[in-house]
Structure formats: C-alpha cells, structure tokens
C-alpha cells in the first residue's frame, strides 16, 4: 500500500489553504475595487446628467428635437446603429445633416463636447425616447466616436416590464453591449413648460479600467501565489525539523527496537534527544519512560519465569521422588495406584485388555535372619531385576516390602504366557549360576489374572483373582 506521509500531507494542506486564499484575497479585492469604481463613476454620471439637463437650453433641445422627429417620422426605411458603417447607414443619417447646420444644435454640439472634454467622459449627449418605434434616437452626441442626429439604437434590448417609463429619470447602471463595451450610463430628463423634451445622458467607459482591474488582480494573485510558495517552503521545512524528523528518529528507533538487541535499543532510547518544546517531546519522554519500564517489568519476568521454571523442575522432581522406590529405583504404591485409576477411567469409557502380575518374596523373612537386613534389600533389588527384565515393556512397581506389580497391555498382555514362562527360565538360570550369592538367587512368586468384562467389576477384582493366582503359586 502507498503511504501518503505526513511531509507531503503537510505540503499538499498548506499549498491547497494558500491557493484558496490567494484566489479569495484576489477575487475579494478585485470585487471591492470594481464596486468602488462603479460607485464613484455611477455617482459621478448622475452628478454629470442631472447638471448638463439643468444647464442646456430646453428650447433649443425642444427645436433640434422636434427637427429631427420631422425627418425621423417621415423616413420609414431607418437604419440602427447596429448598421453603423454600411451604405445603407450613411445613407440614412445624410437626410439629418442638414440638422447639424442649426445654431441650436451647434450651441448645443458645442456645450456637449465641452462637458465631455472637462468632465473626462466617454460622451455627453441628448437623446429622445421615441414609445413607437422602442429607439432611443439621438439628437446631439459630443462624445469623442459621436453618433450622428437621427442614429437610433433599440431600447427594448433585456426586459420591456422594468424599463422606466419615458420621461422618469431611469437608474444608473453599469451595463456591457456589444457595441460600446463597459459603460455607465446616466440620463436625465429635459423638461421644457413642464413636459419632457429629451434625456441629458452621459457614458463613462469603464472597460479599461476594468481590464486594469483584471491585470491588477492576476498580478495580486501571482504575488500572493509567490509569497505563499515561500511560506509553504518555510512551514515544510519547520514542519519537517519540528514534526516529520523527530517522529521519523522515534519510529525508527521504535521499529528496531523489536528487531534488534532490546539492550541496544534500550540505549538508543535513553540517548535520544528531541527538544521541540510541544507534545512531540512529551511523547518522546513518555516513550522513554515506557521503554525504561518495559525493559524493568521484562527483566522481571525473566527472573520471574526462571524461578518458575526451577520451581516446576523441583516440583517435578518431588513428584517423581515420591512416585519412585528408593531401594529399587523402580516406581512405588502411589505411581500404581494413579496407573490403576487411569485403567479404571478406560474401563468407564470403553474395553480395556490388560493383565496384572503380582509377584512377591516369600522368603525374604528368612533370608533377613540368616544374612542380615542388608543382604535382603540386596535379594529385593535381585528379584525386582529380574521381574523388571523379563516384563520390560511394561509398568513394574514396588507395592510392598516384598510385593511388586506389573500392568501388561499390548504385546506383554498377548505373550503373558510366554513371559511367565520366561521368568521362570531366568529364575533356574539364575539358581544354577555359581558365581551368584545365595541371596541373589532367591525367585518371586508369581501371580496373573486376566481381565474379563462381565466377570470383573473394575481392577480391584482383577487384582485380587491376581493374588488367589499367586496364592495358588508353590514357593520355590
């Protein structure tokens, strides 16, 4: 699985919250600047309007208007300024040259063109709102580009319902058209014995201004960007000596520390040092700390787990002490008694075949009288040789003084009889070697019975038919 790691998080966070706010610092005062510019200029053009339609001569605004209704009503072939250029246009706006020779319309051409030139406009001019034909035809335009008296440009162009009604001072608006751009437009209108004559309008182009704006913001933001950058770079590397370094040092020290020799690391961790001053170096203490603890309560384990590996060796040990016989090394009562109760658990859970030998040494009395005790412990380990010789593969144990037992199973349990009969060879071998003391000599009297489901109840009954058998047995 890739890792995404925390130096490329920390890059990728940083670069993508710079980037946003470059874009909302830009967009923001990109945004705030227009709308200063848009106020200024919007408030400037009403300003401007509301001034040139008080200062104009209505009567000559009423005449050049009324000249260029004549001539604009008698023309049924008009041609928009949308034509501006053509044959047909030229044409068209040479039947009102003859409007451009009135005094009023020079007077006014005149005071136009100077609003226009001090007030630093893109044009100052009168123009009639004509309801019939939805134009706004233009009387007289002092603007640097002018359009001719008679021009007309539709003014039903977005929304007929929120036009405002002819003669009412309309809003000022920046608005965009393909023919002039960016422009903000104010009108005001003309009253001449009270009725309305024409609008004062002026345009303030503001498409340069707002094409400055747009390189002032992609310059912001290229500068923001830049600064970022470098920001970025300084918080990555802070970021890679105060975070990523230290806690890359601690895994590493950490990963090894499983791997490696626990003493070495443990060294590595008491010599580490990372001084942030925040919670890496907390983490780092407490790690120490843990390590330093972990390595104790490990050590004490071991120790721990020695003395219990002594404790169950001992254990053992007294269990088997008490489970053998001193004097013939060969297991005692309690080893038979648990060997009988676990033949006993066999029979509650299923058949079993096995066969109980008893043997015993009926003559160690005597032997004991006539050579000392000594000599007859020496006549019990002898016979007990014998009997654990003849019966290898099977438990043998020292029940009594001169008592033994032998559980057979498997092949001993199916060659009993050959065994029995084998012990009783090694015991005249054993009588007829000279070079065997007398007390060696002496043979064990032995015992068999067989188990038999249905006729006996458990090993008790098994044992004791062993010892009528036994009984049976002549002393040698």
């Avoid at 209505?58 to 250029?85: E, H, L, T």
């Avoid at 390590?291 to 003395?307: F, G, I, M, P, Q």
């Avoid at 019966?391 to 029995?420: C, T, W």
């Avoid at 188990?451 to 062993?466: H, M, N, P």
Wanted: aromatic share 8%; charged share 25%; hydrophobic share 40%.
């Amino acid at each position: 699985m890739n890792r995404f790691s925390l130096r490329k998080k920390t890059i990728l966070l940083m670069a993508s919250v710079s980037i946003l706010l470059c874009i909302a610092a830009s967009l923001s005062g990109g945004a705030m600047i227009v709308h200063v510019i848009n106020r200024d200029n919007i408030a400037k053009a009403t300003s401007i309007s509301a001034n040139m339609a008080g200062a104009l001569n209505a009567q000559d605004v009423a005449k050049v208007r009324d000249a260029v209704q004549a001539v604009y009503d008698s023309d049924p072939d008009r041609v928009s300024n949308s034509k501006r250029g053509t044959a047909a246009y030229n044409d068209y706006v040479a039947r009102y040259e003859r409007i451009m020779l009135m005094p009023e319309y020079q007077d006014l051409l005149a005071r136009l063109r100077r609003t226009t030139k001090v007030s630093q406009l893109d044009s100052a001019y009168l123009v009639w709102m004509d309801e019939r034909t939805e134009a706004s035809v233009y009387l007289v335009d002092g603007g640097t580009d002018p359009c001719p008296p008679g021009s007309f440009d539709p003014f039903y162009l977005k929304n007929r319902n929120n036009r405002t009604p002819v003669g009412e001072k309309p809003e000022t608006r920046a608005n965009y058209t393909p023919e002039y751009g960016w422009l903000v437009t104010a009108a005001c209108p003309v009253m001449y014995d009270g009725e309305y004559v024409a609008y004062a309008a002026v345009d303030i182009a503001i498409g340069a201004i707002l094409n400055e704006i747009i390189n002032y913001v992609i310059g912001l933001a290229l500068i923001l960007l830049i600064i970022s950058v470098f920001l970025v770079m300084i918080g990555v590397n802070l970021v890679g000596k105060y975070i990523v370094s230290p806690i890359t040092e601690l895994s590493a020290v950490a990963m090894k520390y499983t791997e490696s020799d626990k003493d070495t690391e443990q060294h590595r961790f008491e010599h580490l040092e990372i001084h942030t001053g925040d919670e890496i170096e907390d983490l780092v203490n407490a790690m120490k700390q843990m390590v330093a603890d972990l390595n104790y309560h490990v050590e004490e384990l071991s120790v721990t787990r020695v003395k219990l590996d002594d404790s169950r060796s001992n254990a053992i040990d007294i269990a088997e002490q008490e489970q053998r016989d001193p004097l013939t090394g060969i297991r005692n009562r309690i080893a038979c008694a648990r060997a009988l109760e676990r033949i006993t658990f066999d029979l509650r859970h299923g058949s079993v075949a096995f066969a109980l030998v008893a043997a015993n040494l009926p003559t160690l009395k005597a032997i004991n009288e006539k050579y000392g005790v000594e000599k007859g412990n020496r006549a019990i380990v002898s016979c007990c040789s014998t009997f654990c010789h003849v019966f290898e593969h099977s438990p043998v144990f020292r029940i009594g003084g001169d008592e033994f037992l032998a559980i057979l199973k498997g092949n001993d349990y199916e060659n009993r009889a050959q065994l029995m009969q084998t012990y009783q060879d090694r015991v005249a071998a054993l009588a007829a070697d000279g070079s065997v003391a007398d007390w060696e000599k002496v043979p064990m009297t032995l015992g068999i019975a067989v188990y038999e489901e249905g006729r006996d109840a458990g090993v008790e009954d098994v044992y004791r038919r062993a010892l009528e058998d036994l009984k049976r047995t002549p002393v040698q």
